[in-house]
């Protein structure tokens, strides 16, 4: 089992940075694919980022390529989901997770983190 918890997010401009942490422990982080997942209001979770367990490949959904950058640290365990020139339509509550597998379906996702919010003002 992996326990997740995260930190970052917040309040800023359209056009701003934030950062989002997600540290893990418990069993072997390396192992793991990590993603990255966001829910607005009334909207279902989405697919963001997500990380292949040794880094090697990254993946974004098309709303934020360019703009999101998606690392990991498994000497820290540690993955951060830096966010460029945010936008009001990326206002969402924020959710790191870990997988054993290759999907990127919310479903296939065992391990979250706690949730951040990040509001991204116009």
């Known amino acids: 089992q992996v326990r997740l918890v995260q930190s970052g997010g917040g309040l800023v401009q359209a056009g701003g940075s934030l950062r989002l942490s997600c540290a893990a422990s418990?069993?072997?982080?390396?192992?793991?694919?990590v993603g990255w997942f966001r829910q607005a209001p009334a909207k279902e979770r989405e697919f963001v980022a997500a990380?292949?367990?040794?880094?090697?490949?990254?993946y974004y959904t098309d709303s934020v390529k360019g703009r999101f950058t998606l690392s990991r640290d498994n000497t820290k365990n540690t993955v951060v989901l830096q966010m460029n020139s945010l936008k009001p339509e990326d206002t969402a509550v924020y959710y790191c997770?870990?997988?054993?597998?290759?999907?990127?379906?919310?479903?296939?996702?065992?391990?979250w983190g706690q949730g951040t919010q990040v509001t991204v003002s116009s």
């Open positions: 990380i292949t367990p040794n880094g090697g490949r990254t």
């Open positions: 418990g069993s072997t982080f390396g192992d793991y694919r």
């Open positions: 997770a870990a997988t054993l597998l290759t999907s990127d379906r919310p479903t296939y996702y065992g391990y």
